[in-house]
């Protein structure tokens, strides 16, 4: 199955779109043209010498990446350099990369959503619920007739999806008027005459993401020359959102601490763990963040979290959770992140459905720290 790359791109948009991305972050395709047809996929954390040749190998069209590849100040695209080899061989293969990185760990159902359900926890919160999504209602008026059509535009770009359901909208009818002025070419009514017509006021809520393309779609589709339509702010997202950093849940059995090493083990697929602070006998709220997120264990402590997990845990992080007589698990930022190949493939497959085109998970992508 073949799709455009924007098709792609705006699967994983729509869980999680850029501007949830960090300021410091670079997110959004780094390599191709969002025109080019995709019929592979290759997924990774990091994008390697090592993963670009098994794209090549593999005849993938598009790399999709966790980890940004351009990130700042590349200054030189010579093949003289890693950087400048990766990048040849990625346009020399017609090779896309496409990287989610900041706003695919805030998003909500995004990378700690996958990493919260895969742990098995309950009631996942979001640990720091800092960024929340942008709602607006869309309201357009049209005649009667084109009422149904206009809903039909609503649905297919993404407008009234409200928890499990979608195609939410309202219709109310009214009485229209206005006068098409010299130089108009109407569909009702005459040049210089007030008209009178029975119009439905038709709404939905739509996040801020998707507005722009709906709009141009309604646009294409709506009977008048001039369509008119009221953009209106939500409060929604305040309350309806779970965009932010981490994830904080409870498990539905409390474990003894040993079996929660032995669980998070197992889950994550790693030989151990590295652990600082202080261990509590049973575990029952865990809070974590994939990536480097020891930052958060002030905030995991507050919100009664038992444990944090997350990777790159430094010296003095081991010492802040000890001084907080609080037990934070390193888990590695690449054991934290790996499954954000399975987490990505889902996104997509939902998105895309039977348009999916085939998706691999890259065999090179590996951890660069090695215990030896
Ligand atoms: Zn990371």
Not at 95 to 109: G, M, P, R, S, W
Not at 184 to 212: C, H, M, Q, W, Y
Not at 229 to 244: A, S, T, V
């Amino acid at each position: 199955m073949s799709v455009k790359l924007s098709d792609v791109i705006r699967s994983i948009e729509t869980v999680a779109p850029k501007n949830l991305a960090e300021d410091w972050d670079n997110v959004g395709l780094q390599v191709g043209a969002s025109k080019q047809v995709i019929e592979r996929i290759l997924i990774t954390l990091d994008v390697t010498v090592d993963v670009v040749a098994e794209a090549v190998d593999k005849k993938a069209d598009l790399i999709i990446a966790h980890h940004p590849f351009i990130f700042n100040g590349l200054k030189t695209l010579s093949a003289d350099y890693q950087k400048g080899q990766i990048i040849t061989q990625l346009i020399k293969n017609d090779i896309a990369l496409y990287v989610a990185h900041t706003n695919l760990d805030k998003a909500e159902n995004g990378l700690n959503d996958y990493l919260a359900h895969l742990l098995g926890l309950k009631s996942i919160q979001t640990l720091d619920p800092s960024d929340p999504k942008s709602y607006f209602k869309l309201v357009v008026y049209a005649p009667a007739e084109a009422t149904d059509k206009i809903i039909d535009v609503f649905g297919k770009n993404g407008a009234g999806s409200i928890g499990d359901y979608d195609y939410c909208t309202y219709r109310s009818s009214g009485i229209g008027t206005f006068r098409p002025l010299q130089g108009a070419n109407p569909f009702i009514g005459e040049v210089d005459a007030i008209t009178s017509v029975d119009e439905d006021r038709i709404e939905a809520i739509v996040p801020e993401e998707l507005l722009k393309q709906l709009i141009l779609q309604l646009k294409k589709n709506h009977p008048y020359e001039e369509m008119a339509y009221d953009i209106i702010p939500l409060e929604n997202g305040k309350f309806i959102n779970q965009n932010g950093l981490g994830k904080i849940g409870r498990l539905e059995n409390p474990l003894k601490s040993q079996d929660f090493i032995d669980h998070v083990k197992k889950i994550l697929n790693l030989p151990s763990l590295r652990g600082a602070g202080v261990i509590p006998e049973t575990i029952r709220r865990v809070a974590l963040c994939s990536g480097s997120g020891a930052d958060m264990i002030g905030l995991a402590k507050a919100k009664k979290a038992d444990v944090l997990i997350t990777g790159d845990l430094k010296h003095h992080d081991g010492q802040r959770a000890l001084e907080n007589n609080f037990w934070v698990l390193d888990a590695g930022h690449f054991g934290t992140e790996k499954c954000v190949a399975e987490c990505f493939k889902a996104i997509i497959k939902a998105g895309l459905k039977e348009n999916c085109p085939e998706m691999i998970i890259a065999e090179a992508s590996k951890d660069f720290i090695i215990n030896y």
